[in-house]
T-cell receptor, first 115, second 116 residues
Framework: DAGITQSPRYKITETGRQVTLMCHQT?????MFWYRQDLGHGLRLIYY???????DKGEVPDGYVVSRSKTENFPLTLESATRSQTSVYFC??????????????FGPGTRLTVT | AQSVTQPDIHITVSEGASLELRCNYS??????LFWYVQSPGQGLQLLLK??????LVQGIKGFEAEFKRSQSSFNLRKPSVHWSDAAEYFC??????????????FGKGTLLTVNP
């Protein structure tokens, strides 16, 4: 299906384990983003990517790693999960800057629980 | 630093009543502004956007927003609320960290409850 998908939708993991959240978009958008959403904090940017092989830190990058070898995929890895990383994670994508395509399109989210 | 403030954490309205959700931004240049809606358990959906031109913009689901530069505001309105509008609403502004990098800065959201 066209659009932006995230997997898994729900994940329970233990403290100290590595976990990878997947994000895939079919629009060939240049930009991709990872956010976490927590009560009282709203949406906070973790990492973003302007193109394949170009990534940059957002507001809360500690404890997370990203890569972008292909335009359509932007996986987020928690190298050693902590309880403070229990959250809902959203991936988003956006087209090129020409045409003022700044709007971001969001995936359905992954609810991650770290026990 | 650029920021977005949504002063109302929670608003309750009756079905059929009018609605206005407030958003104030802090940004030096001409802002690019958005409103998103998030239904429970869902991702964010774009309602409308303002880049330039007419300061009153129309969006999906009967929503509109008015950009007021003098007040640094971009308030969302709907003349008659439906029960299905119950959701959380986020205002956002484009911020540019230089070159081709850009990000959206989001407000903390306003939760809308609709009473029958």
């Amino acid at each position: 299906d066209a659009g932006i998908t995230q997997s898994p939708r729900y994940k329970i993991t233990e403290t100290g384990r590595q976990v990878t959240l997947m994000c895939h978009q079919t629009w060939s958008h240049s930009y991709m983003f990872w956010y976490r959403q927590d009560l009282g904090h709203g949406l906070r940017l973790i990492y973003y990517s302007a193109a394949a092989d170009i990534t940059d830190k957002g507001e809360v990058p500690d404890g997370y790693v990203v890569s972008r070898s292909k335009t359509e995929n932007f996986p987020l890895t928690l190298e050693s999960a902590t309880r403070s990383q229990t959250s809902v994670y959203f991936c988003a994508s956006s087209g090129p800057l020409t045409g003022f395509a700044y709007e971001q399109y969001f995936g359905p989210g992954t609810r991650l629980t770290v026990t | 630093a650029q920021s977005v403030t949504q002063p109302d954490i929670h608003i309750t309205v009756s079905e059929g009543a009018s609605l206005e959700l407030r958003c104030n931004y802090s940004y030096g240049a001409t802002p690019y502004l958005f409103w998103y809606v998030q239904s429970p358990g869902q991702g964010l959906q774009l309602l409308l956007k303002y880049f330039s031109g007419d300061t009153l913009v129309q969006g999906i689901k009967g929503f509109e927003a008015e950009f007021k530069r003098s007040q640094s505001s971009f308030n969302l309105r709907k003349p008659s609320v439906h029960w299905s509008d119950a959701a959380e609403y986020f205002c956002a502004v484009v911020t540019n960290s230089g070159g081709s990098n850009y990000k959206l800065t989001f407000g903390k959201g306003t939760l809308l409850t609709v009473n029958p």
